[in-house]
């Protein structure tokens, strides 16, 4: 019988064969270290990937019943492994049922999870998160677990939110104003006594309004300056303003009343040069308003100007500033139309 086993006896041939596998071994262990290095790389490059674009990385099994790690970057606090309980400590209860059905959703489909949510964060306070997450399948195509990274969009939502806000607070405004220029130009019209005068108050009463409009658009509608609703009013006559007198101190308006006092000035300026202290050369105005016991009140009187005597039956002009101006400051208003001169009161309702 003839042993097939390869037998070396040649010394030589043995050392051939070992050097041989010497250098087999370290090519392998070069091939390794390459592995390694370029594993290693390729780990830390899509590390810094997930890290600059998402503060959070983490994974959970299959089913997501169990977290097994959450990295929070300090959005969120981390987690130790095997967490079961993640969903009532890191979501509010008011989105938890949100973030199951997309969960169930992304399982069901095999797809990627992506959802924005509220989540409680590492401070103590509540933000917002935008989370992704991509299924891993074993060999038989089921799904053993889930990688997934998350970003801070608290800034962008709660941005979301006050452009919301804004934009119901503009319409709001609008619907306000419009509801104003409706009742100029109807009002007006049914008391002028020719199309040519009416189109002609409407332009006027409306470009007050939208010279306050200006003034509120600086201030994003929240508030104006009196001082500056006033100016504004005022400015188409100032070549009388060498006669006109201007005291108060810095007080803020509200948007409505900063409409309803720069139409009530424009009333009573356009009134004084047509026909009160301002139509001839000798006429003064005085201006003022304080703020006492947190009342706002608002004075105009006339002096020296042509006699006045009551008018038999009063215009849209008395109407707006002794009514609908009032009605913006939740106040009253009171036209007085004595011998040596126009006078108007407004009182505000207190704010404190």
């Given at each position: 019988m003839t042993d097939s086993t390869l037998a070396v006896s040649d010394p030589a041939e043995i050392a051939q064969l070992l050097?041989?596998?010497?250098?087999?071994?370290?090519?392998?262990?070069?091939?390794?270290?390459?592995?390694?290095?370029?594993?290693?790389?390729a780990t830390a490059i899509l590390d810094a990937l997930i890290r600059s674009s998402s503060e959070v990385r983490y994974r959970l099994n299959g089913d997501w019943s169990v977290l097994d790690q959450l990295q929070?970057?300090?959005f969120i606090p981390d987690s130790a492994s095997g967490n079961r309980n993640w969903l009532e400590e890191y979501i509010p209860e008011e989105h938890r049922d949100l973030v199951r059905a997309e969960i169930h959703r992304s399982i069901e489909q095999r797809d990627t999870y992506n959802i924005e949510h509220k989540v409680n964060r590492?401070?103590?306070?509540?933000?917002?998160?935008?989370?992704?997450?991509?299924?891993?399948?074993?060999?038989?195509?089921?799904?053993?677990?889930?990688?997934?990274?998350?970003?801070?969009?608290?800034?962008?939502?709660?941005?979301?939110?006050?452009?919301?806000?804004?934009?119901?607070?503009?319409?709001?405004?609008?619907?306000?104003?419009?509801?104003?220029?409706?009742a100029i130009v109807s009002q007006t019209l049914r008391n002028a006594s020719s199309i040519e005068e009416g189109q002609v108050a409407i332009s006027a009463r409306l470009e007050a309004l939208a010279r306050a409009q200006?003034?509120?658009?600086?201030?994003?509608?929240?508030?104006?300056?009196?001082?500056?609703?006033?100016?504004?009013?005022?400015?188409?006559?100032?070549?009388?303003?060498?006669?006109i007198d201007v005291a108060g101190d810095g007080d803020k308006l509200t948007p409505q009343e900063a409409l309803g006092l720069s139409l009530a000035i424009h009333e009573l300026a356009t009134n004084a040069i047509k026909y009160g202290?301002?139509?001839?050369?000798?006429?003064?105005?005085?201006?003022?308003?304080?703020?006492?016991?947190?009342?706002?009140?608002?004075?105009?009187?006339?002096?020296?100007?042509?006699?006045?005597?009551?008018?038999?039956n009063r215009g849209f002009g008395s109407k707006l500033i002794e009514r609908i101006v009032a009605a913006y400051f939740e106040g009253e208003g009171h036209l007085d139309f004595r011998p040596e001169g126009v006078r108007f009161k407004l009182v505000g309702r207190a704010k404190y």
């Open positions: 050097a041989r596998c010497a250098e087999q071994e370290e090519a392998l262990e070069a091939l390794r270290k390459s592995n390694r290095r370029e594993l290693e790389e929070g970057g300090g590492a401070d103590g306070t509540v933000g917002w998160a935008l989370s992704r997450a991509v299924p891993l399948f074993d060999e038989t195509g089921a799904i053993v677990s889930w990688m997934g990274a998350a970003s801070d969009i608290t800034r962008a939502k709660s941005a979301e939110e006050a452009q919301r806000v804004l934009n119901l607070e503009l319409a709001h405004r609008m619907k306000n104003t419009l509801a104003i220029v409706q200006n003034i509120l658009t600086q201030t994003n509608f929240t508030e104006a300056d009196v001082k500056e609703v006033v100016d504004a009013a005022m400015m188409p006559h100032r070549h009388a303003e060498h006669r202290a301002l139509s001839g050369e000798t006429g003064r105005v005085a201006m003022k308003w304080a703020r006492p016991g947190g009342a706002f009140v608002f004075e105009w009187i006339e002096n020296d100007g042509p006699p006045v005597a009551p008018p038999s």
